[in-house]
Structure formats: structure tokens, C-alpha cells
């Protein structure tokens, strides 16, 4: 990873990472991303590499999870959110699904200790009420323990949809104003976003998919407006700390604008109250 050079003056990122690893790289703590977001993509493609079962991929995966976790609250990364199952992927064969959904659970129940010792707060967004009823119980009771922690938010997106949750937010609104308790000229961008119902953390500034796939595949359709998309070719379960550093090395090198010019474009046109 190349130094960046120029005049600009750099805060380092206060960190217990071991970037002495990484001496040629260089953060600025003010302009690390409040909310990372990530297509952890790949898991199968690692595993037939290997000519294991795909279940393999996912299972190594789960490592990946862990590290960047982590990394992400060494380095006071706000929000980090995790496309760890979509809409789509109940699709997949029943055996894959089952995998998930009890790695899911092990991953729930084995990192409760490690999360109340970060001070890290898990939420959860996405049709959770199509999650097994124990994933879902273990869900509520991570939810439930890490509440009050402010160290960092995890949301775990799970069954989760863009589309489906602008329509469901379009219903809520519509519902809303049928009632009376909303007029039609009240629905804003604020409005709108606070009904997508997403725990009211702020919009991506950085979306990292991993495994060399271009595309947002029904993530977070609304919320990614402005948000710097970073793509690598690395696999999700050979993701670690350093392919994160290297992600926020490529975010820190760009201008963002939302659509104003340099001069004026501090912030995103509006922000959820968070
Ligand atoms: C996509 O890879 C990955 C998934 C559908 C599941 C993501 C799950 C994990 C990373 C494991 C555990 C997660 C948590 C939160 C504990 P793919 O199977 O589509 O890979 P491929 O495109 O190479 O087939």
C-alpha cells in the first residue's frame, strides 16, 4: 500500500491492530467512515478451489466475520454492517440454508462474550421473522445483551432485501397517511428513510464486496446513494484486517462531492438522525 503524500496534516488512527505491519500505511482518524458496509462474497468459490464443500467456504467465513468485527471496532469504525443472508439466498439448497442458519446460531451464541467485552451492539435488519425460530431467539437475546453497548453497532442484515424493504416502507406510508397521521407533502427523504425501519443508523459511506463481483445485488438499494463502492478481487474468507486497511486506504484517497463541488460538499444532502 503506497503513503499518500501531500501537505494534508494526518491525526493516525488510534489502534491496537498491529499496523506495524503495515508501515507504508497511513489513515487519517477524521476521515475514517462513520458506516462500513459489506457483501461478504466468495465463500463458495473458496471452497471448490480447495475441492472442499461449499458449507466449508462459509464456515471459514465465519473467521473472516470475526477478524473484521474487530478490526473494525479497533479502528472506531462507528456502523459496520454485514450482508449475511439475503432474500434471495433462500433459494439455495436446503442443506446450504440449514448450514447457515446453524452457523448463524453458533456465531450468536460463541461471540455473545467477545461482543459485551468490545462494547459491541448487534442489531439486526431484514423479514426475521423467516429465521428458524431458534436463530431467532438467539438473535433476540444478542440484541437484548448488547443493547446498552456503545462501542460500535453490528447490524446483521439477515433475509434481508432492498426491494422488498422500499416496498414495505412505501406500505408503511401509505398506511400512515390513510390514517391521517401522515399527509402525503410530509413524505421527504428524512420520512422515507426513517420508515425503511433500519435501527436509524446513517447511510454506508464505504460498501466493500468482496470475490471480484460488480454489482449490489439488492442491498441496500436506498441508502447507497452517495456511498463509495470499493470492490476486490479477495475472496470473503481470505478477507482480513489488512484487506480492510486496504479497502479504507482506497476510501481515504477519494473526493467525495454528493453531487456539489469540492468546496461545499462536507456531508451527505440529508443524514438519519442515528
Ligand atoms: C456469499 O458467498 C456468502 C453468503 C451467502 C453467506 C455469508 C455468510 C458468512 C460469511 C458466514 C457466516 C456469517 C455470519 C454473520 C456468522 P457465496 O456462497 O455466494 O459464494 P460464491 O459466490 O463463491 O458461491
Not at 503524500?5 to 489513515?27: I, Y
Not at 467512515?33 to 459489506?38: D, E, V
Request: charged residues 25%; hydrophobic residues 45%; contains cysteine.
Amino acid at each position: 500500500m503506497a503513503r499518500r503524500s501531500g501537505a494534508e496534516s494526518f491525526q493516525p488512527v488510534a489502534s491496537t491492530l498491529p499496523l506495524a505491519d503495515f508501515p507504508n500505511l497511513s489513515l487519517a482518524a477524521a476521515r475514517m467512515p462513520r458506516h462500513i458496509a459489506i457483501v461478504m462474497d466468495g465463500n463458495g468459490r473458496w471452497a471448490n478451489q480447495r475441492g472442499l464443500a461449499r458449507c466449508e467456504g462459509h464456515r471459514r467465513g465465519k473467521d473472516s466475520v470475526r477478524a473484521v468485527v474487530e478490526a473494525a471496532r479497533e479502528l472506531g469504525i462507528p456502523y459496520l454492517t454485514l450482508f449475511a443472508f439475503s432474500h434471495e439466498n433462500w433459494r439455495r439448497p436446503g442443506g446450504e440454508v440449514r448450514f447457515l442458519m446453524q452457523l448463524l446460531h453458533r456465531y450468536l451464541t460463541t461471540e455473545l462474550k467477545r461482543m459485551m467485552k468490545r462494547g459491541i451492539r448487534v442489531i439486526a435488519l431484514g423479514e426475521l421473522e423467516r429465521l428458524p425460530a431458534p436463530v431467532r431467539s438467539a438473535l433476540e437475546r444478542t440484541i437484548e445483551a448488547t443493547a446498552e453497548n456503545r462501542g460500535m453497532t453490528v447490524a446483521l442484515a439477515l433475509s434481508y432485501g432492498g426491494r422488498q424493504e422500499i416496498v414495505k416502507a412505501a406500505r408503511r406510508l401509505a398506511e400512515a397517511a390513510a390514517a391521517g397521521q401522515i399527509r402525503p407533502d410530509q413524505i421527504d427523504e428524512p420520512a422515507f428513510a426513517g420508515a425503511l425501519g433500519n435501527g436509524g443508523i446513517p447511510d454506508p459511506d464505504l460498501l466493500i464486496r468482496t470475490s471480484g463481483e460488480i454489482r449490489i445485488s439488492n442491498f441496500f438499494l436506498f441508502q447507497l446513494a452517495y456511498t463509495e463502492l470499493y470492490f476486490t478481487e479477495t475472496l470473503w474468507p481470505d478477507f482480513r484486517e489488512r484487506d480492510l486497511l486496504a479497502a479504507l486506504e482506497a476510501y481515504q484517497a477519494r473526493q467525495r462531492r454528493f453531487g456539489a463541488v469540492a468546496e461545499n460538499a462536507a456531508s451527505a444532502p440529508f443524514s438519519v438522525a442515528n
